[in-house]
């Protein structure tokens, strides 16, 4: 099984490891052609603004919307999550806008503000999960098909709509892999 990670900034080295360590190939993803033959892409954390006007320039974010559309699995984590929101709280900016949700960025914060914690997501892992929050933004409204995998301080910080998975935080940056097992799962039961 493919999984792309969009590698134009950010921590998309972390999770092209990840992907590996699970014994699925990891392609870093920079052209609209390589998009094809996926069975799921990564849009990683990083500066969602940067990201985006690079998604238009290359001319990515067409082709990734419509892949995204037919059922490409994707999960966004930090920037990602941001990039897959149909709405900003703060920000009028829309990017990829696909995901029924509405996301306040740089939510707790400056980058001072960053922590960690840990936490079970029982649909996710039996074990609790250590969750990184750097910059992050949080989902502050939700539509009825999205599906609220986590709360951290009363705050949605992962939540799923059908083929679509968003982080606040970034999985990558830990050695747990629960949060990769749980998209290649999506992945593998693509329609
Ligand atoms: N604050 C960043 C943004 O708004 C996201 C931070 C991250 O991905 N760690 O794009």
């Known amino acids: 099984m493919k999984i792309g990670i969009l590698g134009f900034q950010g921590a998309f080295v972390e999770h092209e490891r990840h992907i590996g ?15 094809d033959d996926l069975d799921g892409i990564i849009l990683p954390g990083g500066e969602s603004t940067t990201m985006g006007k690079l998604l238009c320039c290359t001319g990515m974010l067409e082709p990734l ?3 995204i559309q037919e059922g490409l ?14 709405k900003l709280e703060n920000d009028p900016v829309r990017h990829l806008a696909l995901m029924d949700i509405t996301v306040k960025r740089n939510a707790y914060g ?3 503000d960053s ?15 250590p969750l990184v929050f750097i910059r992050a933004p949080y989902i502050t409204e939700s539509g009825a098909n999205v599906e609220v995998l986590c709360k951290v301080e009363g705050h949605i910080v ?30 593998k039961k693509r329609e």
């Open 110 to 112: 400056t980058q001072i």
């Open 21 to 35: 360590r699970l014994g699925y190939e990891p392609v870093v993803v920079r052209y609209p052609q390589q998009l």
């Open 65 to 67: 919307r419509n892949k």
């Open 73 to 86: 699995p994707v999960w966004g984590t930090c920037a990602g999550m941001i990039l897959l929101a149909k």
């Open 115 to 129: 922590f960690d914690v840990s936490v079970e997501i029982p649909k996710v892992s039996p074990d609790p999960i």
């Open 158 to 187: 992962a939540a799923r709509e059908r083929h679509l998975l968003a982080t606040s935080f970034h999985p990558e940056l830990t050695d747990d892999s629960s949060f990769h097992r749980y998209f290649a799962e999506m992945c």
